[in-house]
């Protein structure tokens, strides 16, 4: 079970090996291979279409691969119910959408999991939850519904939701994509705050300054391979790739 | 200094009032007429309901028919007919305690306070049991009184209640049901929804009162009443369950997601995530079905029992107060719509409730 895998250290927090996946007769993902080392901050880039949210929403089953092996934090990830549980409670996602839940105020989105997934009391469910919210610098906000709360002040209470969990392993599926140009740097700079306390992160994001500044290494896909990966300053300077060169000259362009 | 602009001041009452009614000779013409009519209309009515009408039983049906006004001396009469059906006299008080008792039920399941898990059950289980225990008796010194001579709003509420008490969790497992990844389990489900939906009510109610007992072993067939109930909550679960689905597919998939990356369970995203939303969404049609069910309870007569609109029959039905059967309708009328009114008002009050937070 993964509750002994906090233990288990050492071995990668991450690893894909011939990832396959289908969506009817279209192949999504092929032959995917990449590992993902714990405390490891990796950028995940590509034009749209090339397979990368894809890629990370397969790490927690909200998509079902078609092929390869997906091993989390030592557990592999098959059709055992218990498995696939115990890799959710341990890996945070945040969606390009929020997905806050709209019927519950920010302290009970962030309490909820907490407290009927993971069994605690609601008066240490809610003291993390405010030691997160502070943390994504909305403290004020706990007694609101999301509704009320502007893009990226939701986008932040989605992160601190997704913290409560105390999670190993954190996804982020485009977390800046669904917010107005302004609201994208509050959530940016929760982020790098985030991986410059050595959480485990795997961004699918365009914005290439927070690779610049947060990334231990940017991946490249495209038509559902990887097709490069590179540390940041190699990845932007040098690539060797015309697929690479072409899609940076396309988001760096202007 | 600061400018402070003021909006334009409103017109005054009679100003309006002019510019809504009188801005032309036409229309003003139009408007004193309507009015005429209903000054007159409303004259007529309160002069037949109240200033005319007869309101004590001193003088006997005969005091009504010389009077143009409203008979209430009926009602006066002939009240407990109406209210308790055949139920036996002397026994009446234990029908008024047992309608008081569902009526108490309804409204503290109604106040938020008691939506947990362990209140709801027992202010359902006190409130059915009680309301069975009065009724039937044959304990506690209480005579007894089979289920065939239960009648009156009594006999109204408990198969409402009932019909909602059964139905409404059925509703929510059709729908589950109906939205299986598992084809044969879907269709299914989707075949049983809209096979009942596709029979009338009526059908339904005979059929399990008059034939299921041909079908099934007596200790299964249980009483007339409790096969009607079963059949009607059949009915009500049905439509309900369609309305519980489209208050599912308004829920975002992301929703769904979102439940699932915190490693909540199937339960668990059910239960907390998926309908509570659904529900608010289903509201409005929510309130609308469990309307149209409370009427639907007075197709129970056709298959023997007196629900309240049959009990109103009887009561005039007999010799002396048969010409005062509009005033008895009237009555009848007006129960239910003191139960419908108070129904969606309620509705209404959920609505705004939930709709807290909403943008």
Redesign the interface.
Known sequence: MISDNSVKSGGPAVRIENLDKYYGTSHALRKVNLSVERGERIVVCGPSGSGKSTMIRCINRLEQHNGGRITVLGTELNDDVGNIDGIRREVGVVFQHFNLFPHMTVLENCTIAPMIVRKRPRAEAEATARRYLEKVRIPEQAMKFPGQLSGGQQQRVAIARALCMQPQLMLFDEPTSALDPEMIAEVLDVMVTLASEGMTMICVTHEMGFARRAADRVIFMDGGEIVEEAPPEEFFAASRNERTRQFLSQVLGH | MEMVVLAPPAPGKLEDLRRRFFATPLQALLSLISFAIMVFLVWKLLNWAVFSAVFTTAGGPEACQATAGACWSVIAARWRIILFGLYPFEEQWRSALACVAVVVMTVLSCIPAFWTGRRIAIVWGAGTALYYVLMKGGVLGLAYVGEEAWGGLALTLFIFVTTCLIGFPLAICLALLRRSELPWISRTTGLIIDGVRSLPLISILFTFAIVLPFALPQWLAGDKLYRVILGSALFFSAYQAEIVRGGMQGV?N??E?????????YW?RIS??LL??AM?NALPATINQFVISFKETSLVVIVGFFEILASGNAAYGTGEWRFAYVEVYAFIAFIYFVFVFSLSRYGAFLERR?S????
């Open positions: 975002p992301g929703q997601e979102a439940a699932m990356a915190l490693g909540m369970s668990q907390r995530i509570p939303q608010r939930m807290v937070g909403e943008r």
